[in-house]
Structures are given as structure tokens and as C-alpha cells.
Nanobody, 122 residues
């Protein structure tokens, strides 16, 4: 059974940290790009970060550069998003998604996690 399980969200004060996890089952990460997307109330979905396993490339949207770090543990088939120096504007539901190949494209993603809520209080 193919599945992505996102977890790690919660309530944190501004300046705090959270680590999100995206555990894959039923497939291996080797041929996939795993992306973290977020959607805040009333806003469009935004691609936050991506790690491409075929070539190791990493992407961050400008607003999280220097604060978020994406990483992968192939032995655990899990991708992490370490979020530091969180801001109220980071508040959103965070989703992980798997796209076959090199690029994290929401439209091309085959599998999606269920979403985990991150709330940053000021």
C-alpha cells in the first residue's frame, strides 16, 4: 500500500522550532523528488522546499531560506523539514508530496501526505 505519512506539526511561539517528518511506505525515495508544500487559510498552496533524490538537488522558497532545512534518511524512507526561527506567517497546513523524477511539482506529484498543521503564535 503506497502512502506518505506527514507528522510533526503543532503550536509553537515565534522564534521556535519544529521538525516535520514525511514517512514513505510502499515505494522507495530513490526515484522521487519529495516536496513540502503549505497552504494557509485564504491563500494559495505554496511550494516550500524540495529534495530530489535522483540528483540530490535541494530547493527552498525565498521566505524560508536560512531558516528551514530539508533532509532525507533513506534507511528510514523518510524526509524531514527542520523549521527554525518560525514566524507567524509560517502558519499553515504542511503537506509532503512525491513526484517521480527530479522536480517537485504539485501537479505532477503522485502521492500526497495528509497534511500537518503548524501554528506559530506571535
Amino acid at each position: 500500500d503506497v502512502q506518505l505519512q506527514a507528522s510533526g506539526g503543532g503550536l509553537v511561539q515565534a522564534g521556535g522550532s519544529l521538525r516535520l517528518s514525511c514517512a514513505a511506505s510502499g515505494f522507495t525515495l530513490d526515484d522521487y523528488a519529495i516536496g513540502w508544500f503549505r497552504q494557509a487559510p485564504g491563500k494559495e498552496r505554496e511550494r516550500v522546499s524540495c529534495i530530489s533524490h535522483p540528483d540530490g538537488s535541494i530547493y527552498y522558497t525565498d521566505s524560508v531560506k536560512g531558516r528551514f532545512t530539508i533532509s532525507s534518511d533513506n534507511a528510514k524512507n523518510t524526509v524531514y523539514l527542520q523549521m527554525n526561527s518560525l514566524k507567524p506567517e509560517d502558519t499553515a497546513v504542511y503537506y509532503c508530496a512525491a513526484a517521480f523524477g527530479y522536480y517537485c511539482s504539485a501537479s505532477e506529484s503522485r502521492y500526497w501526505g495528509q497534511g500537518t498543521l503548524v501554528t506559530v503564535s506571535s
